[in-house]
């Protein structure tokens, strides 16, 4: 600006002009009386309140979603009382029953001795941004569940295994609890593939896979893909001996499913071999001591005939 240019008008009514052509609904609420001594017309375009509706503060609390208010109204209070500028988001009730994302800018308007008299405030609309935020939330959760479920049986992957095997561990130590593992593998797979197909291959690892899923049934056991044609269960607070029932649940519900497998050297049907462990974690041990030996009685399980479950 140059120093000849005339001084600038302040006009209330300009600055009102400006106030109510804003998206953003600005107000004013005398702390002393907690009234509204002021609320933008725009108010009534967004939410269908007309301004005149919004007489005190309670008017402001009464419209707003019963989950956001405690939190909301608790934590404005405390920072109006601390004379601290704050926002808030939470959801304002509409004349129609449906609910507008918005978030509350406020400041607080102190007179000439510094004490607070009233609070001055912008809401803004900010319904749009909180839908990407939810869409965003949502995927990132999808992503996460996949990048921890076996992309062809949709169980646990190996990831997830180790993790939950790890923190399995952790607490069957401090709980003194046994911890059981199960280690499947479908036997004369390779067989399978090459007589039916590999497409028929994966159809069979899925059925294999559900079935198995549906023989251990507590809510903390875990079935996953442990690589290949091999599964893992992981049992918690499970000794030997129910581990190794859950293991001919398997193979019973498997037996019963009778699928077909012409070119195994075992049965006409599949069939798989199991080896099972059990632990009671102490200091110093490992939970890939546990699948280390789980593997070996697999690996026993297969060299003594197959279709088998080894416990011991
Ligand atoms: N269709 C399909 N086959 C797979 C998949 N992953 C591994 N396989 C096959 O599984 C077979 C495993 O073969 P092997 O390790 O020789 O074991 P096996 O034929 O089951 O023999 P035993 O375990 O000794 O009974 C191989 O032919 C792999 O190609 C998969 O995702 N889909």
New binding site residues.
């Given amino acids: 600006m140059s120093d000849d240019a005339a001084p600038l008008s302040v006009d209330t009514a300009v600055y009102k002009t400006l106030l109510e052509s804003t998206q953003a609904i600005p107000w004013r609420i005398d702390l002393q009386t907690m009234r509204f001594s002021y609320i933008g017309p725009q108010i009534e375009r967004l939410l269908g309140w007309s301004p005149c509706s919004w007489v005190t503060v309670d008017d402001w609390v009464e419209r707003m979603h019963s989950e956001d208010r405690e939190r909301v109204v608790s934590f404005c209070i405390e920072q109006s009382r601390n004379g601290i500028d704050h926002e808030a988001d939470y959801r304002a009730l509409k004349t129609d029953g449906s609910y507008v994302w918005i978030r509350d800018v406020v400041h607080v308007l102190r007179n000439e001795a510094g004490e607070a008299e009233a609070l001055v405030g912008f809401m803004f609309d900010i319904s749009e941004r909180k839908k990407s935020e939810e869409k965003l939330m949502r995927l990132q959760r999808e992503l996460e569940e996949l990048s921890y479920q076996d992309g ?1 049986t949709g169980v646990a992957n190996r990831r997830l295994l180790d993790s939950v095997l790890e923190s399995e561990w952790a607490s069957a130590k401090r709980a003194g609890q046994a911890l059981s593992f199960i280690m499947l ?10 007589y039916y197909g ?5 159809d ?2 899925r059925r294999v896979a559900h079935i198995v899923s549906t023989s251990a049934a507590r809510p903390r056991d875990l079935l996953a893909r442990f ?3 091999e599964f893992a269960l992981v049992l918690p607070e499970t000794d030997l001996e129910a581990a190794c029932q859950v293991a001919e649940r398997c193979r019973a519900a498997l037996c019963d499913a009778a699928i077909p497998h012409r070119a195994s ?2 049965s006409h049907l599949v069939t798989v ?1 199991m080896g099972v462990a059990t632990a009671t974690p102490a200091e110093g041990g490992i939970p890939a001591s546990l699948i280390e030996q789980a593997d070996r009685r697999l690996y026993q399980a ?1 060299q003594s005939g ?1 279709d088998r479950i080894v416990g011991e």
């Fill in positions: 062809l593998d479908i036997d004369c797979f390779k067989l399978y593939n090459d590999h497409l028929a291959g994966d069979c690892l690589g290949g044609e050297d075992v071999s297969k197959r």
